[in-house]
């Protein structure tokens, strides 16, 4: 099952596409990476997500992605004594520890986390953005704040502080729990909430290990201040949009998305572009025409995966959301102007071996023009690299590890499949066209660029170049 794109899908399960039958429709369809949205459902739910995923793996004989996506800290208002409260713009309203039920004047907000980094002149955001207050005095366990918007508030609606730092980890007590269930039962990648600063990665890393790739989500103002760091960090980031979208003005998101996709392909790390992609296909059987070129502007910009949220989860028509944006996806790629694009915005590399030997297979690829790169990797780096380089021709990803190949299933370009790693300069070429073969990425007369590393098996050793010749 080879697909005719290089931008992955990535599908959120859940009430509405958790069945065996319906993930393998998914998968059919063109999700290339399913996510586990642990801000919903028990591990029971997803335990049994995973199993069918893997069911269906087996089945097809395709490595699938798993995601966790890690639910983060939540910071949330208490409740009102009539469950709401109209506030008036201009109207004084304070925010304190008090548990007493809020009213028009006042209400708890039991996070002394915020109190202690919050300063006059602030911004707090409530419930998504939709009500604005400014704060004018703060102490401990106190703000006096003045409301900018009319609007009704109730019980435990969101708060973001966009403009400070908050003293908290990325992972909360139920983000280790999930983390270390997410963890036993194999996830590919795990998705790290409320990345607030590189020290975040760092602290996940350390709980991780080598068990999961890290994906940051880019969603908070002070993460975009690290940017850089962060992304040397992680393995993977995503442009979060709604939380971004909150805490920034709304004409910042779209050139920080650029600005995220921009570095993510400098450093050659997978970039993710996530949010209301094409939400109104929750109800509607069709997207609208902005969404379908807010989708196209993210394969354009480069991006390796765009991903569903509520539109798989739980919408009306999950199959078709699919099927849509791999429309979208194909078309875009083969309009001339995205190879253009491509052309111009093309990486230099990097002075390493690794980087030399991949530019190299994609240029001598381009020259003799060859069917397919193909590449030994034991990690996925050397794969990454080429990706990085975005060839006109399909990446064919050779690993003798499932977890790897199911991890390049997220990967821009990249057909991934499990081979035994060679031992030698014949059995690499051998391979190779085997593969090549069995996988329908090339046929008979076809040339292959074969890239791996001396000694082979050694983990970025990428460091030989070898065309073949498909028999």
């Not at 993710?272 to 502007?297: G, N």
Request: hydrophobic residues 40%; proline residues 5%; glycine residues 8%.
């Amino acid at each position: 099952m080879k697909r005719s794109r290089n931008a992955k899908i990535i599908a959120t399960l859940g009430p509405a596409s958790s069945t065996r039958a319906r993930i393998e429709q998914l998968f059919k369809a063109g999700a290339d990476v399913f996510r586990l949205n642990f801000s919903h459902g028990t591990h029971e739910d997803h335990k049994e997500r995973y199993d069918a995923i893997r069911d269906v793996e087996k089945e097809t004989g395709r490595p699938i992605g798993i995601m966790l996506d890690l639910q983060g800290p939540k910071l949330r208002l208490g409740t009102f004594r009539d469950g709401s409260a109209l506030l008036g713009a201009g109207r004084p309203f304070r925010l304190d520890l008090d548990k007493t039920p809020g009213d028009v004047t006042r209400a708890p907000l039991p996070h002394p986390e915020i109190f202690e980094v919050l300063k006059p002149g602030m911004m707090l955001l409530l419930d998504d953005g939709k009500m604005r207050l400014k704060i004018h005095k703060c102490g401990k366990d106190f703000a006096e704040t003045e409301v900018l918007v009319d609007g009704v508030l109730s019980d435990r609606k969101g708060v973001n502080v966009p403009d400070a730092v908050l003293p908290l980890s990325a992972l909360t007590e139920k983000d280790m729990a999930d983390l270390k269930f997410g963890l036993s039962i194999g996830v590919d990648w795990v998705a790290l909430s409320f990345v607030q600063k590189a020290d975040d990665i760092r602290e996940a890393r350390k709980i991780i290990g080598k068990k999961a790739s890290i994906i940051a989500k880019l969603e908070k103002p002070s993460a975009i201040d690290d940017l850089e760091e962060i992304m040397e960090l992680t393995d993977a980031v995503m442009v979060a949009r709604g939380d971004l979208g909150v805490e920034l003005p709304p004409e910042d998101v779209p050139i920080l998305q650029k600005r995220i996709i921009t570095l993510a392909r400098q450093k050659g790390k997978p970039v993710i572009v996530a949010t209301q992609m094409l939400d109104s296909m929750v109800s509607a059987p069709a997207p609208t025409r902005a969404e379908a070129s807010d989708v196209a502007t993210a394969i354009y910009d480069g991006s390796d995966a765009v991903m569903l949220s509520a539109e798989t989860a739980a919408g009306d028509y999950p199959i078709e959301t699919v099927e849509i944006m791999d429309r979208i996806i194909r078309r875009v790629e083969g309009d001339p102007l995205y190879h253009t694009y491509r052309q111009d915005d093309r990486i230099d590399p990097e002075e390493t071996d690794a980087d030399a030997i991949s530019a190299a297979a994609r240029q001598v690829a381009q020259t003799i023009g060859a069917a397919a790169i193909v590449t030994y990797t034991t990690t996925g780096s050397t794969t990454y690299r080429v990706a990085r380089e975005r060839p006109e021709i399909t990446i064919l990803g050779l690993t003798p590890k499932i977890e790897t190949a199911r991890k390049l299933a997220l990967v821009w370009g990249v057909h991934s499949a499990v081979s035994a790693d060679a031992a030698n300069f014949a059995e690499m070429v051998k391979g190779a066209r085997k593969v090549a073969k069995a996988e329908k990425v090339a046929m008979r007369g076809d040339s292959v660029v074969v890239t791996a590393g001396v000694p082979f098996g050694t983990p970025g050793a990428t460091n030989i170049l070898r065309i073949a010749t498909i028999s």
